[in-house]
């Protein structure tokens, strides 16, 4: 059974920084893509940032380009996501997902492409 568990979501002021922590049990963590989603009230979830099996290859929505940056140790089955000089819209529960198979350049951006869902985290970021 895959678990997804996040983590590191909070309050914080605008221009503040958080780092999100995704772990994921029981796939070969190594092979896949993993990504982090976020969804605000009333919105669709979209990608933020994906990252290919091995690291090489990552992707970042503009919104958050320059910001974030993800990446993933896979001696410990985690993913990160630090998030720096935050906004206010970047108010949002935010989601990992691992894809649903390997892909071996650059890692799918869509959700349709991830299976495996952690429960979300939230961040708030307070203006």
């Known amino acids: 059974q895959v678990q997804v568990v996040e983590s590191g979501g909070g309050l914080v002021q605008a221009g503040g920084s958080l780092r999100l922590s995704c772990t994921v049990s029981?796939?070969?963590?190594?092979?896949?893509?993993i990504g982090w989603f976020r969804q605000a009230p009333g919105k669709d979830r979209y990608g933020v940032s994906c990252i290919n099996w091995s690291g090489s290859s990552t992707y970042y929505a503009d919104s958050v380009k320059g910001r974030f940056t993800i990446s993933r140790d896979n001696s410990k089955n985690t993913l990160y996501l630090q998030m720096n000089s935050l906004k206010p819209e970047d108010t949002a529960m935010y989601y990992c997902a691992a894809a649903r198979r390997w892909y071996p350049g650059e890692p799918p951006r869509l959700a349709r492409d991830y299976n495996y869902w952690g429960q979300g985290t939230q961040v708030t970021v307070s203006s």
């Open positions: 029981g796939l070969t963590f190594a092979n896949y893509a």
